[in-house]
């Protein structure tokens, strides 16, 4: 049964540094790997897809790459901002469940002014 | 991409009540989700309602507890019933596309029971 885990489950930065947030999962038997921002109380905005066949996608500030050998996925935000602040999601969706996308527990982001 | 909202954006329920939560697509799509965020929990995945079929459920949810209704290829209804504090959850609607099966998520219904 395919397991998302997310590290570190809380990240306190100053304004302007470049961060890494870290995504494993145990089957590499995945269509693609998703990225999602949430901010309190609401819902899910989708950063970033990679398919299973891709090494990494970009849009603007964020780049996201996949490992799938390693079971690994990174999220790098460049020159983050206070209004980068928020959680973070990462989910696999992993063959053998269904196709279902199995979520992290998540990355609290606070970037400090 | 997909544009979803759902209605009501957040309620207070009396135990024992029921309510039914709106999630509407403003393209056609075969797949459709219902996801549950308990406090400080990541996402549970409820059931999966394709049009035309009945709703598959995940396991510890149960029809008689979250009916869902899927009438047409734009719209869902998720029913929460008999209320207890402990459904107190951000009640999320999901579509899947096809090709690059990306998923989109509405913003949620914040429901408190007490």
């Known amino acids: 049964k395919q397991e998302v885990t997310q590290i570190p489950a809380a990240l306190s930065v100053p304004e302007g540094e470049n961060l890494v947030l870290n995504c494993s999962f145990t089957?590499?038997?995945?269509?693609?790997l998703q990225w999602f921002r949430q901010d309190p109380g609401k819902g899910l905005t989708s950063l970033l897809l990679?398919?299973?066949?891709?090494r990494e996608q970009t849009s603007g500030r964020l780049n996201a790459s996949l490992d799938k050998s390693s079971g690994r996925s990174t999220l790098y935000i460049a020159a983050s901002q206070p209004g980068d602040s928020a959680t973070y999601l990462c989910a696999a969706r992993t063959f053998n469940q269904g196709g279902k996308l199995i979520f992290g527990q998540g990355t609290e982001l606070s970037v400090k002014p | 991409s997909a544009v979803i909202s759902q209605k009501p954006s957040r309620d207070i329920c009396q135990r024992g009540t029921s309510l039914t939560i709106q999630c509407q697509v403003d393209s056609q799509v075969t797949m459709m989700f219902w996801y549950r965020q308990q406090p400080g929990q990541s996402l549970t995945l409820i059931a999966t309602a394709n049009q035309g079929s009945e709703a598959t459920y995940e396991s510890g949810f149960v029809i008689d507890k979250f009916p869902i209704s899927r009438p047409n290829l734009t719209f869902s209804t998720l029913t929460v019933s008999n209320m207890s504090p402990e459904d107190s959850s951000i009640y999320l609607c999901?579509?899947?596309?096809?090709?690059?099966?990306?998923?989109?998520f509405g913003p949620g219904t914040r429901l408190t029971v007490t």
């Open positions: 089957d590499s038997a995945i269509y693609n």
């Open positions: 999901s579509v899947g596309t096809s090709g690059t099966q990306e998923q989109y």
């Open positions: 990679i398919q299973s066949s891709q």
